[in-house]
């Protein structure tokens, strides 16, 4: 192995520092940015989203500012039916994706790698919180939790694959967000304040239904609200304005208040329920990835996670077939939602995880 790095900056100051870090290490470094939209096709701003065209200048600041030399590499058609597409398609199926983890799993450790190695770079880096170890025992490589739990990203990480793991650094993994400012604002980064995008960077207003209008140029018809024993409440404005657990905006005059339990595409309906209705103890996920282990081949007390921002919860899986995890939980679980990705923890360590039937 060489020691030439590619580092992922997205323009911000995590991917910033990380580069800095790993100059520090004594890795010969170059930086680079994805640019994966135009801006002015999706209509955002550089305050609100990551990796847009003004964050390429940013990002471009920092590499020239740290010696290092800088590429942009356009990967916008590959980002399109990676990841743009898929969440279309996703919400068009009654499914809530996590883009984040498509573009991790297609973009930043698939097409990034690749060009890395074209690059004749042996690694990657980034500035994801969440770190990676080499377990002797078992022969594999650990993704764990950073230790500043507050930042960690594991979660959306859960598809790194072993060989991925071994040519990847994250070198925020043993750091906290405030140190990392610091170290920012120590080596006179322009972004050292920048303020963190929190949304889904092609939609940084938050409306999924206006941008995969606007997109796709399709109009989503209206259909029926219902109730669980299939009783007419309402009409609502196209399926894909609406997700599982959703109670505000769903524009009734209702006697109590109610929430989207399920949506059904064959019969474009949106059944409504009560908030106990959105509880179930169990979960079957496809399209999975195992890093701690080959495979779960017996039942295993694990705690699963199943969005981004929840605790993990105890809970028994089981692998049923080679592309299938089966999840039954100790207590049961708020709005379970299809296309969420649920992942398993032991301790710190990702043991794996999929994606939610």
Known sequence: MNNRV??????????????HLMLEA???CIGATMKLYNNEEIGIDREKTCCSLDDVQDARSVANRLGMPFYVFNFTDEFENQVIK???????????PNPCIDCNRYMKFDKLYRRAKELNADYIATGHYARIEFDEKSGRYLLKKALDVTKDQSYVLY???????????FPLGD??????????????????????????????????????????????KCGKFVDKDGNVIGEHKGIIRYTIGQRKGLGLALPKPMYVCEKNMADNTVILGDNSDLFKTSLTAHDINMIACECIDKPIRIKAKIRYNQAEQWATAVQTDEDTLKIEFDEPQRAIAKGQAV???????????GRID
């Open 86 to 96: 898929r969440f279309i398609t996703a919400y068009e199926n009654c499914a809530t």
């Open 6 to 19: 590619i580092i992922a900056m997205s323009g911000g100051v995590d991917s910033s520092v990380a580069a």
């Open 175 to 220: 750091l906290e967000k405030k140190t990392v400012r610091k170290i920012a604002t120590e080596n006179g980064f322009l972004n050292a304040d920048k303020r963190e995008s929190q949304d889904i960077c092609f939609v940084p207003d938050g409306d999924y239904a206006k941008f995969i209008e606007s997109y796709t140029g399709k109009t989503y």
């Open 343 to 353: 992942v398993l923890y032991d301790g710190d360590v990702v043991v794996g995880g």
């Open 159 to 169: 598809s790194l694959t072993q060989e991925q793991l071994a040519h990847t650094k």
């Open 26 to 28: 004594g890795y010969d």
